[in-house]
């Protein structure tokens, strides 16, 4: 991911010098401090940035990329597309953000370990607009044996669904918030005596209009 990350830089930095220049960058010292924090790109021709590279954590090279949508004209279209991160180690990437209409998050993959593989997903409801932190997800998806298929359901505050025979359907329902916090924290499938069995007519992965709760309602329903 490291070396995604310098040829994609390499890349910027050749356009930037060739083409007649298409691209016009400015970087940005928020804190006055001689050290660049962000660095938009903007297309010479039509005067609309589409990324943004911050320095975080480090400054010798960016651990965020952003690539956005913003007439500089008007600062309010302002649109996020999509966002890479690497928030624990420089060289790797680790989260990784969609965005819908009005800057809403939709979706965000993690990969917790560090191992290459983004085995959390993150769901979010309508309410996950900018500047909103609290009550946004609506469902998380973990896929703990790493099989390209969640075998955890998560609904925050309510309930847990586990595939407990690798079919993909979930079978069981956890509702004890201290198992669910602990499934959290290791990212694997634990039975206990207060699992129960959930017939497939009753599980929220499977029937999203069940939910009657709307911060529990992904705007995204399904499993991608």
Not at 84 to 99: L, M, R
Not at 175 to 192: A, F, H, M
Request: aromatic share 10%.
């Amino acid at each position: 991911m490291f070396i995604h990350k310098k040829i994609l830089q390499s890349a910027l930095s050749f356009l930037l010098l060739t083409c007649n220049q298409p691209f016009e960058t400015i970087s940005y010292d928020r804190n006055d401090d001689g050290k660049i924090e962000n660095r938009l790109y903007t297309k010479n021709d039509s005067k609309i940035a589409i990324f943004m590279e911050t320095f975080e954590n480090q400054k010798d090279f960016p651990d965020d990329w952003m690539w956005l949508k913003m007439d500089a004209k008007d600062p309010k279209s302002y649109q996020e597309l999509y966002n890479e991160i690497a928030s624990k180690d420089p060289q790797k990437v680790d989260i990784k953000i969609w965005f819908g209409p009005e800057n809403v998050k939709m979706i965000e993959k993690a990969d917790r370990d560090l191992d290459g593989y983004f085995e959390t997903t993150q769901y979010y409801n309508r309410f996950a607009k900018p500047k909103v932190t609290s009550n946004i997800v609506a469902r998380i998806e973990i896929d703990s044996d790493k099989d390209q298929r969640p075998d955890i359901w998560i609904f925050p505050l309510e309930r847990m669904e586990l595939d407990s025979n690798k079919d993909g359907i979930p079978d069981k329902l956890v509702s004890d918030p201290k198992t669910i916090g602990e499934t959290l924290k290791t990212r694997t499938r634990t039975i206990t005596s207060k699992t129960k069995s959930l017939p497939p007519g009753q599980s929220w992965a499977l029937h999203p209009e069940l939910i009657q709760d709307e911060s529990l309602r992904a705007m995204i329903p399904f499993s991608l």
